[in-house]
């Protein structure tokens, strides 16, 4: 049983390209969060999605930033026409229901790097 | 608004010794968990031990356990004969009750000294 997978593990971007972060959840899960973790900073909420749905965006900055989780295949948050400070580690995790009490299980991060 | 403040950016401690991370939360609501996850090097994050407010006996998970003092809103991690691969960034985190999301501290870098 496949944990939560992430790709790429590292990503290197210049300025003003987009970048594409994956995230597969755990085999059977529907609910998928992802999380930012700046340099020195603990993980950050950004943005919670079901099937085909947003449910909650409110810790995505309002420009640059967007998530999909389509029918079919994996979460994807993309960042078009990145800077210098969206260089940070970013985690998805995924659950059976929408509820953390159990905490939930990470997957491995990929780390962005804007040169 | 919930807040988790870990106040010590880093720590050190003895292979075989004792530690203990600190961790204070802020939270209005009644109801809520506690977690401590390790990140180490490989920043894979993986979750610890965790607390449920509403017991009041202490989680232990091997020798991991926590002081949980809900008057003081205070949770600490208590590592027991620290081994080298305890070294790692140790992050605490709170959530309410329903919720589906997780507040972090800043996290405390363990060193484990051989």
């Known amino acids: 049983n496949a944990g939560v997978m992430q790709n790429p593990r590292h990503l290197v971007r210049r300025r003003g390209q987009e970048a594409r972060l994956r995230c597969s959840p755990m085999?059977?899960?529907?609910?998928v969060y992802w999380y930012r973790q700046l340099p020195e900073e603990g993980l950050k909420f950004m943005v919670y999605l079901q099937k085909e749905n947003i449910i909650d965006e409110s810790g995505m900055p309002k420009e640059r930033f967007s998530a999909e989780f389509p029918k079919e295949g994996p979460s994807i948050l993309r960042i078009q026409q990145v800077v210098r400070g969206d260089s940070a580690a970013y985690f998805c995790?995924?659950?059976?229901?929408?509820?953390?009490?159990?905490?939930?299980?990470f997957g491995s991060g990929t780390r962005l790097t804007v040169v | 608004a919930q807040t988790v403040t870990q106040s010590q950016p880093e720590m050190s401690v003895q292979e075989a010794e004792t530690v203990t991370l600190s961790c204070t939360y802020d939270?209005?609501?009644?109801?809520?968990?506690l977690f401590w996850y390790k990140q180490p090097p490989s920043r894979q994050m993986i979750l610890v031990i965790r607390?449920?407010?509403?017991?009041?006996q202490n989680a232990t998970e091997n020798r991991f356990s926590v002081n949980f003092q809900k008057a003081a809103k205070s949770f600490s991690l208590k590592i027991s004969d620290s081994q080298l691969g305890d070294a790692a960034m140790y992050f605490c985190?709170?959530?309410?009750?329903?919720?589906?999301?997780?507040?972090f501290g800043k996290g405390t870098k363990l060193s484990v000294i051989p």
């Open positions: 939270t209005s609501e009644s109801d809520y968990y």
């Open positions: 985190a709170q959530s309410g009750a329903g919720s589906y999301q997780l507040t």
């Open positions: 607390q449920e407010a509403y017991k009041q």
């Open positions: 085999k059977g899960h529907s609910h």
């Open positions: 995790a995924s659950s059976l229901v929408p509820d953390s009490h159990y905490g939930y299980t």
